[in-house]
């Protein structure tokens, strides 16, 4: 059972790990300097401690299978659609609901890893967070080298949603 978690935490941050190589272009996109786009980026914090705080009880009622097959490719298109802004504000705005999804993955992923824990009577929490950074170094580099061979961040970012998507299928579907 440990494996759907892996999956769960490799994917993830694999479509987290998408948008930090593209930074300097959506800057750049923006005719911004780095303050107003660290402004833009506090968004998905914003939205992230939001959904900590009270995305629990409809996570519950939702289901959290039904909930995290749902949730990791709307954060991909998310992570898609805030890169249209054209300012920090628009980007901050964009990018609150994508925070609200990253905390409820947080929650169902960090979840689901204490439930597997106790019942196979050891920890896996150390190997999961592995497949996360796994997860989020892969990415880096593959958004890293699409960088390179010059394709629009924005274009990147939404040809994601599908690989995301078929991520989920693969690792966390039946």
Avoid at 10 to 32: N, T, V
Avoid at 109 to 127: P, Q, S, T, V
């Amino acid at each position: 059972p440990q494996q759907r978690v892996y999956g769960g935490f490799f994917i993830y941050s694999f479509c987290m790990g998408s948008l930090p190589p593209r930074l300097g272009d959506i800057q750049h996109a923006m005719g911004i300097e780095e303050g107003a786009l660290g402004f833009g980026l506090i968004g998905a914090a914003a939205g992230t401690l939001i959904s900590l705080s009270f995305a629990g009880p409809l996570l519950e009622r939702a289901g959290y299978r039904r909930a995290i097959l749902m949730l990791i490719p709307l954060l991909s298109l998310g992570y898609a659609i805030s890169v249209l802004a054209t300012g920090p504000l628009a980007f901050f705005l964009l990018l609150l609901p994508v925070g609200l999804v990253i905390g409820g993955i947080e929650i169902i992923l960090n979840l689901e890893a204490d439930r597997i824990e106790h019942l196979l009577g050891h920890r896996i929490m150390n190997r999961a967070h592995a497949f996360w950074s796994f997860g989020f170094f892969s990415s880096g580099l593959v958004s890293a080298a699409i960088a390179q061979i010059g394709l629009d961040f924005r274009v990147h970012l939404f040809l994601m949603v599908p690989v995301v998507v078929t991520g989920v299928a693969l690792l966390l579907g039946r």
